[in-house]
């Protein structure tokens, strides 16, 4: 998990219970921040890959699809639009 000094974005206003986000501090946008932790990431995910391993929060940020073979990504899409054919279930997770 990283924590840095940013601007509150859309996540914070859903996830963060409104009682409780009224008490934390608003701080302003810090772009060089969010660029770093992504690259910071990016980086794990990319040390997870070289030795084949996987985070347990696997969401919307880990690269899921890029070691599958073409008919296993294509498996899993069919999947994803026969079973959430209005992509509502966490749309953007697993790449999909």
């Known amino acids: ?24 501090p608003v701080y302003p946008a810090n772009p060089a921040g969010r660029a770093l932790v992504h690259e910071m990431k990016q980086g794990i995910v990319d040390l997870f890959h070289r030795h084949g391993a996987a985070h347990f929060q696997v969401g919307k940020f880990y690269p899921y699809l ?10 899993v899409r069919d999947l994803k639009r026969a079973l959430d054919p209005r992509n509502r279930l966490n749309p953007g997770a697993l790449g999909l």
């Open 1 to 24: 998990m990283f924590y840095w000094q940013d601007e509150r974005n859309v996540f914070h206003e859903r996830m963060v219970p409104a009682d409780y986000l009224k008490t934390l």
């Open 66 to 75: 890029r070691d599958r073979g073409a008919p296993t990504v294509q498996l």
